[in-house]
């Protein structure tokens, strides 16, 4: 079992950032992809970025510039960073944790960009 924990969402105005941290714990194997989604109001979980454990990453189309993805591996955490947030960043972000082990989520971190 893994069990993810995320922390860093909150309310922010269009244009400003804010940092995601997802800290996994429990059977973490060596070789792992950890990613984040979202998911808006009335529309389904997509992928926002993901990264290898060996920092492999990629980016929906919709954030590229804006975001970045990066890990510790050392503390087997993964962290977002947001730039130049809009409006329709707004949603509920979610850590993913996939390996041979499993595919495990966290609970969730709401982000809300106001314009």
């Known amino acids: 079992q893994v069990q993810l924990v995320e922390s860093g969402g909150g309310m922010v105005q269009a244009g400003g950032s804010l940092r995601l941290s997802c800290a996994a714990s429990?059977?973490?194997?060596?070789?792992?992809?950890m990613a984040w989604y979202r998911q808006a109001p009335g529309k389904q979980r997509e992928l926002v970025a993901r990264?290898?454990?060996?920092?492999?990453?990629n980016y929906a189309d919709s954030v590229k510039g804006r975001f970045t993805v990066s890990r510790d591996n050392a503390k087997s955490t993964v962290y977002l960073h947001m730039n130049r947030l809009k409006p329709e960043d707004t949603g509920v972000y979610y850590c993913?944790?996939?390996?041979?082990?499993?595919?495990?989520w966290g609970q969730g971190t709401l982000v809300t960009v106001s314009s």
């Open positions: 429990g059977s973490i194997f060596t070789f792992n992809t």
């Open positions: 990264i290898t454990s060996g920092n492999y990453t």
């Open positions: 993913n944790y996939l390996s041979r082990i499993g595919n495990y």
